[in-house]
């Protein structure tokens, strides 16, 4: 027991209408890396909700190190010691380094600030995750996955023995994401008890040492991590067995109906051609930064571009407005569905039904009813949960709300659907449902072109990969020869592809 940093017992939470969690017993131990999985609204976020103060109506004893408290305020649980670093970060971003890192405990000097106290405090965070910045640097200055370690730095600085990570990785790179593993091992040998929420089980495999497994609120099994592989994950995550993650398509590839040729937007990428047949879902691989989003923002006409042509099925399309590129038939799912992608205080059939306003109004008047039909279709398709039309979208699951998102782009019938990071923060179960969409998507004729850092879903989805590297396509690889190890090595500039086809 005196190991034990965190215990919760027969903790409960309900709201109106749904008990989120259900009895659920979970314990961190000091010096641990505790992995939490479950599916999107298996009971993570409140679990962890929970700890954070968010309710003063959980039911259940939680105990810090052995002794009773009652979480009943984010500034209880701050004081007991607990710290989030939440997916979506907490920074101001006009704000220096340091003062978002010491923002609520800021040094004074008698009524002043206390600058060079304020800088010294803040570098001493910042070297705790490796970090050599300007503490005087504004935030919106640096790189995301410089902004990720300020937010762990920040946590860091109010020196807790708890700290909960939520998806910490979603935005990082493959190197970055190994250099924040290096910090939290460092943090495990400080004692530090760490509870990882990842839906990247291979991440879990490599860096926790238990995991715990929720469905339905309820708690599944607690296990070592080397007693249990990723496919028995799965399988307790959704409770049925999950034997291909990728749907097995047959169709072949037909004739070229996108064609791009020498596309370049200055700063970002540079001549950049391909095609696209019916039928086909083309992958492009690349590490951060490659100017894969930057491409996709441009044939969507949501970028402006300085050089080259866009055919679509013969015809030069001059998509120089996203409401253009849509009305054209070329739709793009961005990578940010939260600021980007969706309007989270409207409802699930205001946000599905929004691409398709035009068509559902009648002389100048808008009629929801007339999209009844689409709507009923998509939400059942996608298995989006609950299936109700009137739910607020900023309420669902993070799967949830890609599922929407996507029903958003599927419900304009889309000739081209541009894909950026489809399932990025989504558990199994969605991301099955969603690749199950996409290949329905091709097997109808349809372009698809699918940019993702998850090469496990890159390989297993593409027909054809073109690797993307410092703003130029650089070759492609065939499906028969892809692998992740290769597409990884030609996103490092390392052999194993063909010059893309002139035509």
Known sequence: MADVALRMEKVSKRYPGTLAVDGVDFEVRAGEVHALVGENGAGKSTLMKMLAGSFNDYTGRILIGGKEVALHSPAVAKAGGIQMVHQELSLARPLSIAENVLAGRLPRRGPLLDRPAMLAEARRCLARTGLDLDPETPVEEISQHEAQLVEIAKALGNNPCILVMDEPTSALSRDEVARLFEIIRHLREERLAIVYISHHLSEVQQIADRVTVLRDGRKVATEEIRNVTSGQLVEMMVGRSVSNLYAER????????????????????????????????????????????????????????????????????????????????????????????????????????????????????????????????????????????????????????????????????????????????????????????????????????????????????????????????IGEMARSRATEAAVLLAANGEGGMCPVPED
């Open 250 to 473: 047959k169709t072949r590839p037909g004739a070229e109906r996108l064609r791009v040729e020498n596309l370049s937007r200055w700063g970002f990428f540079h001549n950049v051609s391909l095609g696209v047949r019916a039928g086909e879902i083309l992958g492009i691989g690349g590490l951060s930064g490659a100017g894969r989003t930057e491409l996709a923002r441009c044939l969507s006409g949501i970028d402006p571009i300085d050089a080259g042509r866009i055919f679509l099925d013969g015809r030069p399309l001059a998509a120089k407005s996203y409401r253009a590129a849509i009305k054209a038939g070329l739709v793009y799912l961005t990578e940010d569905r939260k600021t980007q992608g969706l309007a989270l205080r409207m409802n699930l059939g205001e946000n599905i039904l929004a691409s398709l306003i035009p068509r559902l109004c009648r002389r100048g008047v808008y009629s929801a009813r007339r999209g009844a039909g689409v709507l009923d279709r998509l939400i059942g398709l996608l298995d989006v949960s609950p299936p109700e039309p009137r739910r607020m979208v900023g309420t669902l699951s993070g799967g949830n709300q890609q599922k929407a998102l996507l029903a958003k782009w599927l419900a304009t019938d889309p000739q081209v659907l541009v894909l950026d990071e489809p399932t990025r923060g989504v558990d199994v179960g969605a991301k099955v449902v969603i690749h199950r969409a996409i290949a329905e998507v091709a097997d109808q004729g349809k372009c698809v072109i699918l940019i993702s850092s998850d090469l496990p879903e890159l390989v297993g989805l593409s027909d054809r990969i073109v690797i993307m590297r410092r703003g130029h396509l």
